[in-house]
């Protein structure tokens, strides 16, 4: 660098008192810096953009071959940024907006916006020639304009390219389905329409963040947990929330946990003569209750005493990583559940290894839920109203966490 070599001409011609050298050296180190900063992006260029969409609509297109029950999601052109832990920002009409104020924090005058959803990267062309890149990384959240990085968030997040995969650019972006659903350390099964979390989520959430080496994204939530219920199903004591409390736990090897002699005298309470039953959204599924006790316990190294009952259980097929033998044919999961619960028919593709599972026909978001009664949807208007309306939420990480396990066994 030319400039790095006139400075040193300069800093070795001349003799400086000592206060004179600290602050040649601090603009030296800030001047490095910002090169190294305004280098950075010119990395990000339209026929990157172009040429990486591609790619990733290809993957999509061999996917929806593989899958073809698809649902067509509202219209809308946006990108959420602010994964993990991070301050949450949505990309809209030429603005990027904190979630959180729903003030803007930066306009543009936008001829074109490329959004390229497995880079995590929104490109704009402007109406005066000039490009603007919004980038998030395992570092942060930046944006590239007029040839300086502006900072919006910084933290660490494993961010892997899922190079082994068979739909790695997919899987990137269900990565970030999960992570952007994880709000001040709380995993939620979408940050805008839940405030609080669902243990049956969570738990998937934590097996896929287990994967992806991003549990500490939510680890103090688990071990602050106090309750073996999250009662969010009309305030009932559902069940299955015994053995997947008892698995987060283990998950974050929080094997001293007060909490745990509560979930097994709360298991005695459930006992139906060797295997647990109770409600799990209002109906009766002693397998799939079953069998998370099971693995709770087996997950945190405790004495197990129940057997998995040899009855029909709809909900037995949605617990497809353990215990596969353990089921009875019979009732089962209505397909068209996928239309508003894509997650529970992904769930149930696992376990029968079958292609039931229902795709989004947009390029994003890949997951949604709908018509849940339980979820704010009013709040969704600053996506647009469209979504508010028609009553389903852009992501959820119980269907992320389901397609990304699946996809990458």
């Given at each position: 660098?030319?400039?790095?070599?006139?400075?040193?001409?300069?800093?070795?011609?001349?003799?400086?008192?000592?206060?004179?050298?600290k602050?040649?050296?601090v603009?030296?180190c800030?001047?490095?810096?910002?090169?190294?900063?305004?280098?950075?992006?010119?990395?990000?260029?339209?026929?990157?953009?172009?040429?990486?969409?591609?790619?990733?609509?290809?993957?999509?297109?061999?996917?929806?071959?593989?899958?073809?029950?698809?649902?067509?999601?509202?219209?809308?052109?946006?990108?959420?940024?602010?994964?993990?832990?991070?301050?949450?920002?949505?990309?809209?009409?030429g603005?990027?907006?904190d979630?959180?104020?729903?003030?803007?924090?930066?306009?543009?005058?936008?001829?074109?916006?490329?959004?390229?959803?497995?880079?995590?990267?929104?490109?704009?062309?402007?109406q005066?020639?000039?490009?603007?890149?919004?980038?998030?990384?395992?570092?942060?959240?930046?944006?590239?304009?007029?040839?300086?990085?502006?900072?919006?968030?910084?933290?660490?997040?494993?961010?892997?390219?899922?190079?082994?995969?068979?739909?790695?650019?997919?899987?990137?972006?269900?990565?970030?389905?999960?992570?952007?659903?994880?709000?001040?350390?709380?995993?939620?099964?979408?940050?805008?329409?839940?405030?609080?979390?669902?243990?049956?989520?969570?738990?998937?959430?934590?097996?896929?963040?287990?994967?992806t080496?991003?549990?500490?994204?939510?680890?103090?939530?688990?071990?602050?947990?106090?309750?073996?219920?999250?009662?969010?199903?009309?305030?009932?004591?559902?069940a299955?929330?015994?053995?997947?409390?008892?698995?987060?736990?283990?998950?974050?090897?929080?094997?001293?946990?007060?909490?745990?002699?509560?979930?097994?005298d709360?298991?005695?309470?459930?006992?139906?003569?060797?295997?647990?039953?109770?409600?799990?959204?209002?109906?009766?599924?002693?397998?799939?209750?079953?069998?998370?006790?099971?693995?709770?316990?087996k997950?945190?190294?405790?004495?197990?005493?129940?057997?998995?009952?040899?009855?029909?259980?709809?909900?037995?097929?949605?617990?497809?990583?353990?215990?596969?033998?353990?089921?009875?044919?019979?009732?089962?999961l209505?397909?068209?559940?996928?239309?508003?619960?894509?997650?529970?028919?992904?769930?149930?593709?696992?376990?029968?290894?079958?292609?039931?599972g229902?795709?989004?026909?947009?390029?994003?978001?890949?997951?949604?839920?709908?018509?849940?009664?339980?979820?704010?949807?009013?709040?969704?208007?600053?996506?647009?109203?469209?979504?508010?309306?028609?009553?389903?939420?852009?992501?959820?990480?119980?269907?992320?966490?389901e397609?990304?396990?699946?996809?990458?066994?």
């Open positions: 660098m030319q400039e790095l070599f006139i400075f040193n001409h300069l800093y070795s011609q001349h003799t400086f008192r000592e206060p004179m050298k602050v040649l050296t603009t030296l800030s001047f490095l810096l910002l090169g190294f900063r305004m280098a950075l992006g010119q990395i990000y260029t339209l026929q990157k953009a172009e040429k990486t969409l591609l790619l990733y609509r290809e993957e999509l297109a061999s996917l929806r071959k593989e899958y073809p029950k698809k649902r067509n999601l509202p219209e809308a052109r946006f990108f959420f940024f602010g994964m993990g832990n991070r301050p949450k920002l949505l990309y809209r009409d603005k990027l907006i979630l959180k104020t729903q003030k803007s924090l930066r306009r543009w005058k936008v001829k074109t916006a490329l959004i390229v959803p497995s880079e995590y990267w929104v490109h704009l062309e402007l005066d020639g000039k490009t603007v890149d919004i980038v998030e990384d395992a570092t942060g959240v930046y944006a590239y304009e007029n040839g300086l990085q502006i900072i919006f968030a910084e933290s660490s997040l494993n961010l892997p390219n899922f190079s082994n995969a068979r739909f790695p650019l997919i899987s990137k972006v269900l990565h970030h389905e999960i992570l952007m659903n994880i709000d001040e350390g709380k995993p939620l099964p979408n940050f805008l329409v839940y405030q609080k979390p669902w243990y049956r989520t969570a738990a998937m959430m934590t097996m896929a963040l287990a994967k080496d991003n549990l500490d994204q939510i680890a103090d939530w688990i071990k602050n947990l106090n309750s073996p219920f999250d009662r969010n199903n009309n305030g009932y004591a559902e299955d929330n015994l053995g997947e409390v008892l698995y987060m736990l283990g998950a974050v090897s929080a094997k001293g946990h007060p909490l745990i002699n509560k979930i097994l709360e298991a005695d309470n459930f006992d139906k003569g060797g295997y647990i039953a109770g409600r799990t959204d209002m109906a009766l599924h002693p397998v799939y209750q079953t069998k998370w006790l099971k693995y709770g316990l997950a945190l190294g405790l004495p197990d005493k129940y057997k998995i009952p040899a009855v029909q259980d709809a909900y037995g097929t949605l617990f497809w990583w353990d215990y596969r033998q353990d089921y009875v044919a019979g009732t089962m209505d397909n068209t559940l996928g239309m508003n619960l894509p997650h529970f028919i992904w769930a149930t593709d696992h376990f029968f290894k079958q292609n039931n229902m795709l989004s026909l947009r390029e994003y978001p890949l997951t949604w839920e709908a018509e849940s009664p339980e979820a704010k949807y009013s709040n969704l208007s600053v996506i647009n109203t469209i979504w508010a309306d028609v009553k389903v939420s852009p992501m959820n990480a119980w269907q992320a966490s397609m990304l396990l699946l996809l990458n066994p």
